[in-house]
């Protein structure tokens, strides 16, 4: 309506300042918050129109769009406490109008998630970043995330390299009765002592031993086991699957 101007913050008006870590570390990992330069005229105009308005805040319901609008009240100067926020999924008439019925305020623990996810950024990336460019090449990144999944993968590949194989062999009977059968496979001897074999010859002699031998089937059970139906299909899982059962590719699903 006539009453409402709307207007976009064009995402997050600020950020940790570039100079030096942009972090305060001494003093309990206090982020140090700076205006980009091409975001100042953005800001300028935002902070013009809340000096005379009331200002709701429509950012995304995530925790980025949570910072976007706490970082608003800070720059232009509204109560955190007191500032309506609402959020909508679909710009429809009856979305936002149900929006605007029911604000809320800055949900502060999600501001808070999004200032410790940038700070361990922040953190991490500054530090490391700059040891891979002497150590291995100049232009690759860390990050809170990709450091310590590279970590994991190099961790197995190293137990992987340091693995020694041992030679092992099964023994499989087939038994049954008249065309009903089935495959037992030998686990242990008569005492519980497990048995796999090292070697052709051994697997051989525990063979020839069992060669003539009854067998009874020492119990039985049954038992009745839920199976849930697979989720209905989102874009990715629906791509995997044409994928696999198909071979198709990611375009030609969509």
Do not use: C
């Not at 980025?64 to 710009?91: M, Y």
């Not at 899982?237 to 590719?249: D, H, N, V």
């Amino acid at each position: 309506g006539k009453d409402f101007i709307v207007k976009s913050s064009f995402g997050h008006i600020r950020d940790l300042a570039k100079k030096d870590l942009g972090i305060n570390i001494g003093e309990g990992y206090k982020p140090v918050y700076e205006i980009p330069g091409d975001k100042k005229k953005v800001v300028d105009e935002l902070t013009k129109l809340a000096k005379s308005k009331t200002v709701w805040l429509a950012s995304d319901e995530d925790r980025e769009g949570e910072a976007i609008a706490w970082h608003l009240t800070e720059v232009l100067g509204l109560p955190v406490d007191k500032t309506k926020r609402i959020v909508f999924h679909e710009i429809t008439k009856r979305a936002i109008l149900e929006a605007i019925e029911q604000p809320r305020t800055v949900n502060m623990d999600l501001v808070n998630a999004q200032q410790a996810r940038r700070i361990l950024d922040r953190l991490v990336g500054y530090k490391l970043s700059p040891f891979l460019w002497r150590k291995v090449r100049r232009g690759l990144s860390a990050g809170r995330v990709q450091s310590v999944a590279v970590r994991i993968i190099d961790d197995r590949e190293k137990e992987i390299e340091a693995f020694k194989p041992e030679e092992y062999w099964n023994v499989d009977a087939t038994l049954g009765v008249g065309r009903k059968s089935f495959t037992a496979r030998l686990a242990s001897d008569d005492k519980g002592k497990k048995l796999l074999p090292h070697s052709e010859a051994e697997a051989r002699a525990i063979e020839k031993g069992l060669e003539g031998a009854e067998y009874t089937v020492g119990e039985l059970k049954k038992g009745k086991r839920a199976k849930q139906p697979t989720p209905a299909f989102i874009t990715s899982t629906l791509q995997q699957e044409a994928s696999r059962r198909l071979g198709f590719t990611a375009t030609r699903t969509m």
